[in-house]
């Protein structure tokens, strides 16, 4: 089978290999970040924009995913609510978005970036 430099093999044997395409350790990312407390959402680029504009969801915006040996770095780009606790929101989300692609996927996960990219004062806070 030809390498696809867009999946991560998480078991291979004699029956086969299985792989797990980035673009779904991308959508495991983004739906943990955005369960944690104090996340608005997701901070994507205008691509992005323009697929949520016509009523599509992008569940992997905002995340970066790469293969760096046998370990996973991600990186998410979060808005966090107005008054929240920065680092604190930061820090529930590297731990829920690794705990998560752990658990769903096998696959280590070495580094879990945290971008905040704005801040929501639309809310009542």
């Known amino acids: 089978m030809a390498e696809d430099r867009k999946a991560f093999v ?7 290999e299985i792989t797990v395409a980035e673009e779904v350790v991308a959508i495991i990312a983004g739906i943990a970040s955005t369960e944690v407390e104090g996340v608005s959402s ?3 680029n205008i691509t992005n924009e323009i697929v949520a504009k016509l009523g599509m969801k992008n569940l992997s915006k905002g995340v970066k995913v ?3 040996g046998n370990n ?12 929240a606790n920065v680092p604190e929101v930061s820090r529930r989300v590297q731990e829920r ?6 658990n769903m ?3 280590n996960v070495a ?15």
């Open 97 to 102: 978005v690794k705990t998560s692609i752990e």
């Open 10 to 16: 998480i078991k291979e044997d004699d029956m086969g």
């Open 42 to 44: 997701m901070s994507g």
């Open 105 to 107: 996927t096998g696959l």
């Open 111 to 125: 580094e879990v970036n945290v971008k905040i990219a704005g801040i929501d004062v639309s809310k009542d806070n």
């Open 66 to 68: 790469e293969m760096n």
């Open 72 to 83: 996973v770095n991600v990186l998410v780009s979060i808005i966090v609510d107005y008054q």
